[in-house]
């Protein structure tokens, strides 16, 4: 498998990749950003889950996404520059807020000391600074920079939110303030409104979007009346996005279904199930992305996008195709995530591999007597 990777990224490196072996195995097959040590990957997996140990068990879904993303960290360790998350079931739990004393917390501290930038991208809502959530937001960055206050306020790292549709609201993070600082599109954007990461947020564009939301609504609206949910769910307009949400609570493969019939124009746009609501929103986390590599001055390779909603009813897919991703079930498998990249990154794949191995066999040992 390591091979036909190799292969594939060869071939895509060349501008054929529908000509490699993996590529005609499984046609739908994406880009890989980086080489993927998958047999290292899988030793590591092996020793937590006894994997090849089981008689009657195959190796699950989840038993492959761990070892994904075990691959992933060790792959990206050495050029990692930016670690972009997802909010809800990434870092906190869907509605809630982030935890006291968060050992997450302490895992971003320890990446901007090895001057790795930190970005939050989410689907939250706001305008230009004013959405009550960045008090959420903030105090992710405040637990993050906790005791390392001095240190953060003279480096030059930029802890960045890209919040709001998706891709429509660029904060910036000062940690001596802990405050969020609105950034005005004209900062950032290319001046070319052609340019789709001009698209969503250029003000000769604001028409376009309009009629385009215009049709959304209705399509929501109708769809709401075709399943008898009128009373159950409420359609809510905003700036750069429609959705429909639950009055009294709506089951989640609804909101799927609700998802899929959706029939949308060709441009940047973000449909997706958000658990017990949908939303459409102008842009995607891949034009997101795209922003805070403009603004860093970094690119794809260099960037790990951490989040739970990878399906193709999710709004983390888009990335996929253009940086690495670690694909997680909730915070608590963010943290563990984040500590086997903090351990990759500063020790070195291999040698954070024999530590935890060492580790896990000195436990076992002393549980034993």
């Known amino acids: 498998m390591v091979q036909l990777i190799d292969e594939h990224r060869t071939y895509t490196e060349r501008g054929s990749p529908q000509l490699s072996r993996l590529s005609q195995l499984v046609p739908s097959v994406g880009t890989f950003s980086t080489p993927l040590p998958l047999?290292?990957?899988?030793?590591?997996?092996?020793?937590?889950?006894?994997?090849?140990?089981?008689?009657?068990?195959?190796?699950?879904?989840?038993?492959?996404?761990?070892?994904?993303n075990t691959a992933q960290t060790r792959a990206a360790a050495s050029t990692l520059r930016l670690i972009t998350f997802d909010g809800a079931m990434t870092l906190y739990d869907d509605g809630g807020e982030f935890?006291?004393?968060s050992r997450i917390g302490r895992l971003l501290s320890a990446f901007l000391k090895r001057g790795v930038n930190l970005a939050i991208v989410t689907a939250a809502r706001g305008w230009r600074g004013s959405?009550?959530?960045?008090?959420?937001?903030?105090?992710?960055?405040?637990?993050?920079?906790?005791?390392?206050?001095?240190?953060?306020?003279?480096?030059?790292?930029?802890?960045?939110?890209?919040?709001?549709?998706?891709?429509?609201?660029?904060?910036?993070?000062?940690?001596?303030?802990?405050r969020l600082s609105y950034i005005p599109p004209s900062q950032y954007l290319p001046a070319d409104i052609s340019n789709p990461l001009s698209f969503s947020l250029h003000p000769s564009n604001t028409s376009r979007i309009a009629a385009f939301l215009d049709v959304v609504e209705q399509c929501l609206l109708e769809t709401r009346?075709?399943?008898?949910?009128?009373?159950?769910?409420?359609?809510?307009?905003?700036?750069?996005?429609?959705?429909?949400?639950?009055?009294?609570?709506?089951?989640?493969?609804?909101?799927?279904?609700?998802?899929?019939?959706?029939?949308?124009?060709?441009?940047?746009?973000?449909?997706?199930?958000?658990?017990?609501?949908?939303?459409?929103?102008?842009?995607?986390?891949?034009?997101?992305?795209?922003?805070?590599?403009?603004?860093?001055?970094?690119?794809?390779?260099?960037?790990?996008?951490?989040g739970d909603q990878f399906l193709s009813t999710g709004n983390n897919v888009s990335t996929r195709s253009a940086c690495c991703t670690l694909w997680v079930a909730d915070p608590k498998e963010t943290e563990g995530a984040l500590g086997d990249l903090r351990g990759s990154v500063h020790y070195g794949f291999e040698t954070y591999l024999l530590r935890r191995f060492a580790f896990c066999v000195s436990s076992c040992n002393s549980q034993s007597h």
């Not at 140990?53 to 070892?67: G, L, W, Y």
């Not at 709001?164 to 001596?176: A, K, M, R, V």
Request: contains cysteine; glycine residues 8%; aromatic residues 8%.
């Open 225 to 306: 009346e075709e399943m008898n949910l009128q009373e159950r769910t409420k359609v809510i307009r905003k700036e750069r996005a429609v959705g429909v949400l639950p009055v009294e609570g709506m089951h989640s493969d609804t909101s799927n279904d609700a998802a899929s019939v959706l029939s949308l124009p060709d441009l940047p746009f973000c449909a997706f199930n958000g658990g017990n609501d949908v939303w459409v929103d102008i842009g995607n986390k891949l034009i997101a992305a795209k922003i805070l590599w403009s603004w860093l001055g970094i690119d794809g390779e260099e960037t790990i996008h951490v």
């Open 39 to 68: 047999r290292a990957a899988f030793l590591y997996q092996n020793e937590l889950r006894s994997i090849s140990s089981r008689q009657h068990v195959t190796p699950s879904f989840n038993d492959i996404r761990h070892i994904l």
């Open 99 to 101: 935890p006291r004393d």
């Open 131 to 178: 959405w009550r959530g960045l008090t959420r937001m903030e105090s992710v960055m405040e637990k993050a920079g906790r005791g390392e206050s001095s240190f953060l306020a003279q480096c030059s790292l930029q802890m960045t939110l890209c919040q709001g549709g998706e891709c429509n609201y660029l904060h910036t993070f000062t940690p001596s303030s802990g």
